[in-house]
């Protein structure tokens, strides 16, 4: 069935950076944007940028501009979300979500947890 | 950009309907055709609830509808059931290739 699934719970440090993955299965990997968006605990969803996995472009919110970087390897079915210079209030929960043409999120993962402490 | 505003929370007993109110700016919610809904249980994943203001996926209940007037879109869910109770998030395209969610609303089923 159609399906991302996400790498594991990670612990950084401050200052450190975080290398998130995103595996796709079950659809043409190359047919859809890939879209990464947070949520630290007990708070609300924050876009945080998005992939064209057909041809690479990237685009990022402004709040992470500079600190996110969002790739992808097709021969893989796999999206990757970098965050570089972790702080504290980065401890989230980060999804990745599949975007159809029309800006809506049709499937996503399941989520993985990035904890920020020293 | 700065998030769509959504209330904190909203309540209905079960059988009633409750809106659910996304307020956005000319430059997203009023701009484009393109808010989405999404339903959110505790430690889960969100799910796709309405897309393109009032389209719903196939699978989802017809209790669940979208509208939108100028910059606010709206979630409406009618005859309430216990499962209904979750946090709700509006999404809107933003322009140059951005999105922006609302803040959340926790619904809770009396």
């Known amino acids: 069935q159609v399906q991302f699934v996400q790498s594991g719970a990670e612990v950084s440090k401050p200052g450190a950076s975080v290398k998130v993955s995103c595996k796709a299965s079950?659809?043409?990997?190359?047919?859809?944007?890939i879209h990464w968006v947070r949520q630290a605990p007990g708070q609300g969803l924050e876009w945080m940028g998005w992939?064209?996995?057909?041809?690479?472009?990237?685009r990022y919110s402004q709040k992470f501009q500079g600190r996110v970087t969002i790739s992808s390897d097709t021969s893989a079915s796999t999206a990757y979300m970098e965050l570089t210079s972790l702080r504290s209030e980065d401890t989230a929960v980060y999804y990745c979500?599949?975007?159809?043409?029309?800006?809506?999120?049709?499937?996503w993962g399941q989520g993985t947890l990035v904890t920020v402490s020293s | 950009q700065s998030a769509l505003t959504q209330p904190a929370s909203v309540s209905g007993s079960p059988g009633q309907s409750i809106t659910i109110s996304c307020t956005g700016t000319?430059?997203?919610?009023?701009?484009?055709?393109?808010v989405s809904w999404y339903q959110q249980h505790p430690g889960k994943a969100p799910k796709l609830m309405i897309y393109?203001?009032?389209r719903r996926p196939s699978g989802v209940s017809n209790r669940f509808s979208g509208s939108k007037s100028d910059n606010t879109a709206s979630l409406t869910i009618s005859g309430l059931q216990a499962e209904d109770e979750a946090d709700y998030y509006c999404?809107?395209?933003?322009?140059?290739?951005?999105?922006?969610f609302g803040g959340g609303t926790k619904l809770t089923v009396l």
């Open positions: 979500a599949k975007c159809s043409s029309s800006w809506f999120f049709d499937l």
């Open positions: 079950g659809y043409t990997f190359t047919t859809s944007a």
């Open positions: 992939i064209n996995v057909d041809n690479g472009n990237t």
């Open positions: 000319s430059s997203d919610v009023g701009a484009y055709n393109l």
């Open positions: 393109e203001d009032n």
């Open positions: 999404c809107s395209y933003a322009g140059v290739s951005t999105a922006v």
